[in-house]
C-alpha cells in the first residue's frame, strides 16, 4: 500500500487516521502542495491523480483518489476495526458528521481556494485568513449544536470509539487551530480532538510526525 500525502493536508490526514486505525503499513510517498508551484501540479503526479490534488492511495495496481472514497475501501476490505457503527442509523448519523466536516467546512478552505483568493481575486492575507475563518467557525458552530445535543458522542464523536467522523473532525480542528480559530468556542469539539490526540492513532498520523513535516 502506498499513500501519496502532503502533512498539513486535511484529507491526507483523515486517511493516514483510517490507516493507523486499521493497523496497516504503508509507504508514505510526499507531494510537496507549495514548494516549485506545487508538486501536485506537475505532469509526473497528474499521472497518478489527474486531478492535481492529495491524497492518492494505491494498492497493488488499483489507484485510489479522494480520501472518503479511500476511507470506505479500506472499511470495505479491512472490516477490522470498523470504522462504521453497526446500525444503519447509526453508520448514517457518522456518516453524517463526517461529511458535514468534509463536504461544508473544508471546500471552502483547501488550498486551491486559498491560492485563488490570493492570487486571483488578489486579496490580502488578512482577508485570506479571515475568510478561512469565517467558513470554518460556522460550520463548527453547527457542528457543536450537533455533537453537544446528541446522547451518542461520547469522549469521540460516537460514544467512545474512533470512527469515520473523527478521522474528518480532528484534522480540520488542527487547520482550524494552525489559522487561529479560537477552538475553545466549540467546547465539546475541544474536547473531543483533546482525548482523540491522546490516542496512538491520531498521534501517529498528526502533521508534524510525517516525514515531510517542515
Wanted: aromatic share 10%.
Amino acid at each position: 500500500m502506498k499513500l501519496y500525502s502532503y502533512f498539513r493536508s486535511s484529507a491526507s490526514y483523515r486517511v493516514r487516521i483510517a490507516l493507523n486505525l486499521k493497523n496497516l503499513p504503508y509507504d508514505y510517498v510526499p507531494v510537496h502542495l507549495v514548494r516549485d508551484g506545487g508538486e501536485q501540479l506537475k505532469p509526473e503526479y497528474r499521472k497518478v491523480n489527474l486531478d492535481g490534488i492529495v491524497p492518492t492511495f494505491v494498492d497493488g495496481h488499483d489507484v485510489m483518489p479522494q480520501s472518503l472514497a479511500i476511507i470506505e475501501y479500506l472499511e470495505e476490505t479491512h472490516p477490522e476495526p470498523p470504522l462504521l457503527p453497526a446500525t444503519p442509523v447509526d453508520r448514517a448519523h457518522v456518516r453524517s458528521l463526517a461529511l458535514q466536516v468534509a463536504c461544508e467546512i473544508h471546500p471552502l478552505n483547501n488550498l486551491r481556494v486559498l491560492k485563488y483568493l490570493k492570487h486571483t481575486l488578489c486579496v490580502d492575507d488578512d482577508a485570506k485568513d479571515a475568510w478561512y475563518r469565517h467558513w470554518v467557525e460556522a460550520g463548527f458552530a453547527t457542528l457543536e449544536q450537533h455533537l453537544a445535543g446528541d446522547s451518542r458522542t461520547g469522549k469521540l464523536c460516537y460514544h467512545d470509539t474512533p470512527t469515520l467522523a473523527d478521522a474528518c473532525l480532528i484534522p480540520q480542528v488542527f487547520n482550524a487551530q494552525r489559522f487561529k480559530v479560537d477552538t475553545a468556542r466549540f467546547p465539546t469539539i475541544q474536547r473531543i480532538y483533546d482525548h482523540a490526540m491522546q490516542l496512538d492513532a491520531f498521534a501517529r498520523a498528526a502533521p508534524g510526525a510525517q516525514p515531510d513535516a517542515e
